[in-house]
């Protein structure tokens, strides 16, 4: 099928932005779901850990099959069968029939994933870096006002609001996407199985072990973050949940200001150094706000708001650590792309899962910045790794 036009950017940025707010707008309502659920906020919790394994495990197959049969069909199927799930997730009455059509949610990520790749189809690598960088501004924003606007839904007209919103929001991108999206699929392309078969030498690269694992770790920060603060400052700090959706975007405020300074030292530093630098920021941060908490000092601004540093940290890292992965092997930087995908979902979830059951079991001021300082801290080893890993390449290729 041939390109019947050429998307807008504003519709590529809408899509991502979509499947962003959908993992964690609905966060500050988790203890009214658990409530009317009757289930633990552990439990209700594990919602965000699950969604990002279907996440992960549909990031598997996504991208094969739409180079298989195209971008436009496999986003409008994506759409349609989230639509479909929302409303599975409205008129539930049990919290298992529920957890199965979130997890069915998951295929909104189309919107995410494709979005790049439609940009790579239409865009040579400079012009496909400008673009990208549009994306990643959707990417910083939608996640700091999603939970905001969640809580002040949750306040007004209860958690089912949120997945009412998602509904009328996906909606509108299989409309919007129906009249505006072409096919951008180049006649020609891999097959699942050849992207497969690449797998076995990227596993066998230090490099790309050392730049996904430190990516993941970035990642998992903000994950572990939204897993543990939302029972923390509800159960602890009193919190109102759209007091809650402000301070669980503090990490993404950070995150914006960190990606700002990353594109301005990327050129001046190896990538490294800034996620070293990056990853450092982040446990030099969250050390401090743990600090002032063990010394006494408990409010929301010492508990949740030294997540910025995380956030900020992540800024630094994310976007080099990225642009590392695809480095590794560049004739393999769709397999790279794809492989880092799935690690990096699951150990975001394993983040978010041990970091919700540990404030649900502990709800303590110390909970969330000692899970953050935890979690920065396997990052700026990875970070450092990675140095290690680059150096020994570096002297094996003279």
């Known amino acids: 099928m041939k390109p019947r036009s050429t998307p807008m950017m504003i519709t590529l940025i809408l899509l991502t932005a979509t499947s962003i707010i959908v993992q964690?707008?609905?966060?500050?309502?988790?203890?009214?779901?658990?409530?009317?659920?009757?289930?633990?906020?552990?439990?209700?919790?594990?919602?965000?850990?699950?969604?990002?394994?279907?996440?992960?495990?549909?990031?598997?197959f996504l991208g094969p099959l739409s180079d298989y049969y195209g971008r436009r069909p496999i986003m409008l199927m994506g759409l349609a069968i989230f639509c479909l799930?929302?409303?599975?997730?409205?008129?539930?009455?049990?919290?298992?029939?529920?957890?199965?059509?979130?997890?069915?949610?998951?295929?909104?990520?189309?919107?995410?994933?494709?979005?790049?790749?439609?940009?790579r189809d239409l865009f040579d690598d400079k012009g496909a870096a400008k673009k990208l960088a549009q994306l990643a501004m959707a990417m910083a924003i939608a996640p700091m006002l999603a939970p905001l606007l969640g809580g002040i839904l949750q306040e007004n007209y209860g958690w089912r609001a949120n997945f009412w919103f998602f509904f009328c929001a996906g909606i509108a991108m299989f409309v919007l996407t129906w009249i505006d999206l072409g096919e951008t699929r180049h006649k020609e392309f891999k097959s699942f199985r050849d992207q497969i078969a690449t797998y076995p030498t990227l596993l066998m690269s230090r490099r790309f072990w050392g730049y996904t694992m430190t990516t993941s770790f970035s990642i998992g920060a903000f994950y572990a973050?939204?897993?543990?603060?939302?029972?923390?400052?509800?159960?602890?700090?009193?919190?109102?949940?759209?007091?809650?959706?402000?301070?669980?975007?503090?990490?993404?405020?950070?995150?914006?200001?960190?990606?700002?300074?990353?594109?301005?030292?990327?050129?001046?530093?190896?990538?490294?150094?800034l996620m070293i630098i990056g990853r450092g920021v982040s446990l030099l941060g969250t050390g401090l706000g743990l600090i002032c908490v063990l010394l006494g000092f408990v409010s929301p601004l010492?508990?949740?708001?030294?997540?910025?540093?995380?956030?900020?940290?992540?800024?630094?890292?994310?976007?080099?650590?990225?642009?590392?992965?695809?480095?590794?092997?560049?004739?393999?930087?769709?397999?790279?792309?794809?492989?880092?995908?799935?690690?990096?979902?699951?150990?975001?979830?394993?983040?978010?899962?041990?970091?919700?059951?540990?404030?649900?079991?502990?709800?303590?001021?110390?909970?969330?910045?000692?899970?953050?300082?935890?979690?920065?801290?396997?990052?700026?080893?990875?970070?450092?790794?990675?140095?290690?890993?680059?150096?020994?390449?570096?002297?094996?290729?003279?």
């Open 302 to 398: 010492t508990v949740l708001g030294f997540a910025v540093f995380a956030g900020l940290g992540n800024g630094l890292t994310i976007p080099v650590g990225n642009a590392g992965i695809m480095s590794v092997n560049p004739k393999l930087s769709g397999s790279a792309s794809g492989l880092s995908a799935v690690v990096l979902l699951l150990m975001s979830a394993l983040c978010s899962w041990i970091a919700g059951w540990t404030a649900s079991q502990y709800t303590v001021a110390t909970t969330v910045p000692l899970v953050l300082v935890v979690v920065s801290a396997l990052g700026l080893f990875f970070a450092v790794f990675t140095a290690w890993a680059e150096r020994r390449a570096g002297d094996q290729r003279q």
């Open 24 to 60: 964690n707008m609905f966060l500050p309502s988790l203890s009214a779901m658990a409530d009317e659920f009757s289930v633990s906020y552990a439990q209700a919790n594990g919602l965000v850990a699950g969604f990002l394994v279907a996440t992960a495990v549909l990031s598997f």
């Open 225 to 273: 973050y939204l897993g543990s603060a939302p029972i923390i400052a509800e159960d602890l700090l009193g919190l109102s949940p759209s007091m809650i959706g402000l301070f669980l975007g503090l990490i993404t405020f950070g995150f914006f200001f960190g990606n700002f300074a990353s594109s301005k030292l990327s050129d001046r530093m190896s990538f490294p150094s």
């Open 85 to 119: 799930a929302t409303i599975g997730c409205l008129f539930a009455e049990s919290f298992l029939l529920f957890w199965i059509f979130r997890m069915i949610q998951a295929a909104v990520v189309v919107g995410l994933l494709l979005s790049r790749a439609i940009l």
